[in-house]
C-alpha cells in the first residue's frame, strides 16, 4: 500500500508564502495526476491543483490562479505546492491525492490515495 506523505503546513501572515510537498512511499508508484485539494471548516473539499504525471500539464482551482504553482519532482516521486499571496480565505486543511485511473483531476472521487492532510493557517 502507497502512503503519501505531505510536509510544509503552518502558520503565515495574509500575503506571505508557503510551500507544501508530498512524497510518495514508493518511488515506483505510478499515477496519471497528482494534485491537492483543501478543506475549510463546514466547507466541502475544493480543488486546488493537479499535475499530470507525464507531460506535466498542470491545473488550478479559479480562486488559487495566478497565486499558487504546482510542479513535480519524478527523482523523489513528490509534488510540491507553492502558495503566494496568501489570504485568509486559503485556511484549510491541504490533502495531497494521487490518481492512478486517469480520471478528471478537479473531482476529489477520481482520486485513489489520500496524504493525512497538513493544516495551512493564514492570518489577516
Known amino acids: 500500500q502507497v502512503q503519501l506523505v505531505e510536509s510544509g503546513g503552518g502558520l503565515v501572515q495574509a500575503g506571505g508564502s508557503l510551500r507544501l510537498s508530498c512524497v510518495a512511499s514508493r518511488r515506483t508508484f505510478s499515477t496519471v495526476n497528482r494534485g491537492w485539494f483543501r478543506q475549510a471548516p463546514g466547507k466541502e473539499r475544493e480543488f486546488v491543483a493537479a499535475i499530470r504525471w507525464i507531460g506535466g500539464n498542470s491545473y488550478y482551482g479559479d480562486s488559487v490562479k495566478g497565486r499558487f504553482t504546482i510542479f513535480r519532482d519524478s527523482t523523489k516521486n513528490a509534488v510540491h505546492l507553492h502558495m503566494n499571496n496568501l489570504e485568509h480565505e486559503d485556511t484549510a486543511i491541504y490533502y495531497c491525492?494521487?490518481?492512478?485511473?486517469?480520471?478528471?483531476?478537479?473531482?476529489?472521487?477520481?482520486?485513489?490515495?489520500w496524504g493525512q492532510g497538513t493544516q495551512v493557517t493564514v492570518t489577516s
Open positions: 491525492a494521487a490518481d492512478a485511473r486517469g480520471g478528471q483531476y478537479a473531482r476529489s472521487d477520481s482520486n485513489n490515495y
